[in-house]
């Protein structure tokens, strides 16, 4: 009997223990072992859950990772053999990657509305919208929508949009048959460019990822029609009917203009020479035959504009071809003078125009690293991750470089006067002989800049751990030669092995450009002020 009795306090203390020691249900945003995707244009993985955690890798659009388990708003994720945090608005299930899936749109109600970095009035503006313009549903938050627009991500007020069921996007051509390609894209927008391809070869694929299926490859000088875009993929249609993507950075975007537009009459504009020993040449290239050299100060009547050229009249029977980076077109400038300034409070840079200049490229490989990095290949990579921080804060951004390609010094300068830029960065790693010498410097040519180059280096020095070797005067002929406010950045020193190994991390590169943007906000927040 007493036997019995334990029996069965035994079995009701195991079944009391089971119940109590169930894990208690909750509904995850998504199950543990469920795969992700990323849904930006670059994520971090990160130590922990949350912002201040070191970088342990950059992950990139559409990339899979693993859910392991989710902390607030960050899931803890699996990626090949690593294990880090990764921001949970920044990630899609795999339902929500299909493109069958994915049926919201957000309609523009007014015109001019404002696209912004965070959920907050107070957040930077990074686009106007205009009335009717439909994009893509990624979240909502309160009052506030998180959608993709024109290859941005931003937040608009649920107010002033409409969001409803999206329809098939059709093509801009006739042929709607491949229209069902277009969906699942994050930003698909008609683009009346045409894409050149820069280098030898390239993968034409079947969807914008570097793990998607290959259909063909594609030649030097071979130019494609442009689709649409999705970040830094473009979709091109690589035979009649048949369409593919390739990754961007492997060539460059030209205009196709028209006759009639190539030969628009410049009658009453024209342009002035601003170097001496400039080439006049009889076609728009710079491999046809000079037909004259002249000096700066030198002003000739534009007959037409073709692409980068213009054909000037030198006399009344003669003509002759200009590139447009060795001019000034003094209507064009005093255009830019005069147009009003976005009104800009302290912390964001609206208004304002930002060269961003990515050293050498194309058969000018830069410097090469002790451990053989060539220059060009992270000066790019550092140009576009600064890129995106000063759209974030609203500032208009041109690029002299969107891929590998050779730019000429007095072009990239002739993209700071053209655009009367509030500042020009232009971006290097450094080298030397002796092995030993490591640090970072800023330099400047003329006394406009600099301040500049004083509040850009303070940015620099608070965000990396490399020896401050300071912001000093340097002849170098993009600064020498630029009337904008201009710097040029070596971001340490490629033939030193410690320093190239550390330099050429996406950590180092993230550090970087926060100093170089919070230098640009110090400084643009002192002008509001004088």
Do not use: C
């Not at 590139?323 to 000034?328: D, E, L, S």
């Amino acid at each position: 009997m007493k036997n019995k009795r334990l029996a069965i306090l035994l079995s009701l203390l195991l079944v009391f223990t089971t119940i109590f020691t169930l894990p208690i249900s909750k509904e995850p945003a998504y199950a543990e072992g469920e795969q992700l995707y990323v849904n930006a244009e670059i994520l971090y993985l990160r130590e922990g859950p949350g912002l201040s955690y070191p970088i342990i890798e950059t992950l990139k659009d559409g990339t899979a990772v693993t859910s392991l388990e989710k902390e607030g708003d960050w899931h803890k994720v699996r990626v090949g053999n690593k294990e880090g945090y990764v921001a949970s608005w920044l990630v899609k299930s795999a339902a929500n990657n299909s493109a069958a899936t994915s049926k919201k749109t957000v309609v523009a109600q007014v015109n001019s509305l404002n696209l912004r970095a965070e959920p907050s009035l107070s957040a930077a503006v990074l686009a106007k919208i205009s009335s009717g313009t439909e994009s893509t549903f990624i979240q909502q938050q309160g009052e506030w929508i998180q959608i993709q627009f024109d290859g941005m991500t931003g937040w608009v007020f649920d107010d002033y949009v409409t969001v409803k069921e999206a329809t098939v996007l059709q093509e801009s051509k006739t042929d709607t048959n491949h229209a069902n390609e277009s969906k699942g894209t994050q930003s698909v927008e008609n683009d009346p460019n045409t894409f050149t391809i820069n280098v030898n070869a390239v993968n034409i694929r079947k969807k914008p990822d570097l793990t998607a299926k290959k259909l063909k490859t594609a030649k030097k000088d071979q130019q494609f029609a442009v689709i649409s875009r999705d970040h830094n993929w473009v979709q091109i249609e690589y035979e009649k009917g048949k369409k593919g993507w390739i990754y961007s950075f492997y060539g460059t975007f030209t205009e196709q203009r028209t006759k009639e537009k190539q030969k628009e009459t410049k009658n009453s504009e024209s342009v002035t020479i601003i170097y001496n020993g400039t080439n006049l040449r009889e076609e728009p290239s710079t491999a046809s035959q000079v037909v004259a050299r002249v000096d700066a100060g030198t002003t000739y009547k534009i007959i037409e504009s073709e692409g980068e050229w213009y054909k000037i009249a030198l006399n009344d029977e003669n003509t002759a071809y200009v590139a447009n980076w060795v001019v000034t077109n003094n209507q064009e400038t005093d255009k830019v003078k005069t147009a009003n300034k976005a009104k800009r409070k302290k912390g964001t840079l609206n208004g304002l125009t930002i060269v961003v200049d990515a050293g050498h490229g194309g058969n000018d490989r830069g410097t090469t690293g002790a451990r053989n990095t060539d220059e060009k290949d992270i000066t790019i990579l550092t140009a576009e991750l600064l890129r995106s921080k000063l759209q974030a804060a609203g500032a208009n951004v041109l690029m002299t470089r969107e891929s590998d390609v050779y730019i000429d010094l007095r072009k990239r300068v002739a993209i700071s006067h053209q655009s009367n830029a509030d500042a020009f960065i232009s971006i290097h790693y450094d080298a030397l002989e002796d092995s030993s010498v490591h640090g970072f410097t800023t330099y400047y040519t003329n006394s406009y800049q600099q301040e500049l180059a004083e509040s850009i280096h303070a940015g620099i020095a608070e965000k990396v751990s490399l020896k401050d070797r300071g912001a000093r005067y340097g002849d170098y002929l993009v600064l020498r030669e630029n009337r904008q406010p201009s710097v040029l950045l070596e971001l340490g020193y490629l033939s030193n092995p410690t320093e190239e190994r550390a330099i050429t991390t996406d950590y180092f590169r993230e550090q970087a450009t926060l100093g170089i943007y919070q230098g640009l906000l110090d400084y643009f927040d002192d002008q509001i002020e004088k």
